[in-house]
């Protein structure tokens, strides 16, 4: 281990200690093991309405699998369906043919080759890995739903979170990629549930929340790595940039936080991604890659290989990462099915406008959290997405985060509207 790395973990675990020691005292008292479970009742009552939601989230999605996998249309909606089916089959013969094939596993060095593991795994067990991995995905999708209403329900109270339950359950494309045997709906859990540790860490600092960030973070490592760092960044810089009061605890954690993260960068496959140079060239090429062959590409002669094009790039870049595809510039009949979905979030955006300044006055900490999160993912997918079908489907990752603002932002309307008449 390099010394700056040592350095790096010893004064994490000092700043540790220094906090664990501060607020020891505080955390396992009676009055604060008797706040907690008032916390924990309460909240299981205000997200009863939510568990409704939840329910059927779980059951439209795997209803919709199932069809879209009996009909065999998911390889039309997304290839990667079909690329993970059929290698799950080659892999899981590999694997049985010689009992050492189960090492491999262990050995493949990028989140798509995890999944198609994870796919394998399941198919030498089952003989069969679609309907299986479809029922997994919308479970994972229904606890997307859940993690999502108990932010807007720690964020603003009940209304809001029955609101953004419902939002996150029905929303077209959550349902869609959450309908299929992809590594999307296990990403957009994770990074759900890392916000929502990370809002629990920074409002009482106990083992079990840093664990369980830390378990969030290493899902989404597991199965996209660049995603990761991405994520990961995010945390320590919602911790510095919230609770000026607390400078003490927040520097703490954040310095824990990037101690063990660059730990486990350190120890992991991860490491080879994360200590490669990405120059604004790289990332020309990469966004090229997306444009090349795709009918949907957009923004094709854009250069960000340069600072001065990146600047030019970058607004034109974000407006259609957050709002493609324009129903008045659909090409093709799968754009035209998302047309309903576009014009109903562009409605959203206002109400994600209001859930935002209310969230600024009532729960700072928290905006900060999920921003810091849904900013540096927006920016990085902006940079490199060059087709309208990538921007729409990776824009899924932020649009639980973003619908919570918006449940937030409605619930709140609707309650003034109320409160008038």
């Not at 000026?244 to 730990?263: D, T």
Request: hydrophobic share 60%.
């Amino acid at each position: 281990m390099s010394p700056i790395l040592t350095v790096l973990l010893l004064g994490s675990a000092a700043f540790c200690l220094l906090a664990l020691a501060g607020y020891a005292r505080s955390m396992v008292s009676p009055e604060a093991l008797a706040g907690a479970a008032a916390r924990s009742a309460a909240e299981y009552e205000a997200l009863q309405g939510a568990r409704r939601a939840v329910r059927w989230a779980f059951v439209v999605r795997a209803g919709l699998g199932i069809l879209l996998l009996r009909m065999e249309w998911a390889q039309f909606i997304s290839p990667d369906a079909d690329f993970y089916a059929i290698a799950a089959q080659e892999l899981a013969e590999v694997m049985e043919s010689s009992p050492e094939g189960y090492w491999l596993l262990f050995s493949i060095p990028t989140g798509q080759g995890r999944f198609q593991a994870v796919n394998a795994i399941v198919h030498s067990l089952l003989g069969s890995a679609g309907v299986v991995m479809v029922l997994l995905a919308a479970a994972v999708g229904a606890w997307t739903v859940l993690l999502a209403a108990r932010i807007a329900n720690r964020l603003a109270g009940e209304q809001a979170a029955t609101r953004v339950a419902w939002l996150v359950a029905l929303f077209p494309s959550l349902v869609l990629w959450s309908s299929l045997d992809l590594r999307d709906p296990f990403i957009i859990l994770a990074i759900t549930g890392a916000v929502w540790a990370t809002i629990e860490l920074k409002e009482q600092l106990t083992l079990s929340r840093v664990l369980q960030l830390l378990a969030w973070l290493a899902m989404i490592g597991f199965l996209r790595d660049y995603m990761f760092v991405i994520v990961a960044a995010g945390v320590p810089i919602a911790f510095l940039l919230s609770a000026p009061r607390h400078v003490m605890r927040n520097s703490a954690l954040a310095a824990v936080i990037v101690g063990a993260m660059v730990f486990g960068v350190q120890q992991t496959g991860i490491a080879d991604f994360a200590q490669q140079e990405v120059s604004l060239k790289d990332l020309h090429t990469l966004r090229q890659g997306f444009t090349w062959g795709a009918n949907s590409a957009y923004l094709k002669d854009a250069d960000i290989s340069t600072v001065e094009g990146l600047r030019a790039f970058l607004p034109l870049a974000l407006i259609y990462f957050l709002f493609a595809p324009f129903p008045w510039m659909a090409t093709g009949g799968l754009q035209l099915l998302t047309a309903p979905e576009m014009v109903f979030w562009y409605l959203m955006v206002p109400y994600i406008w209001v859930g935002g300044r209310l969230t600024w006055r009532e729960h700072r900490a928290g905006l900060c959290v999920l921003l810091a999160v849904t900013f540096l993912i927006t920016f990085t997918y902006a940079l490199i997405s060059g087709n309208i079908g990538t921007a729409y489907r990776h824009r899924a990752q932020i649009l639980p985060l973003l619908l919570v603002l918006a449940g937030i932002g409605w619930a709140h309307m609707k309650a003034r509207k109320a409160a008038a008449e």
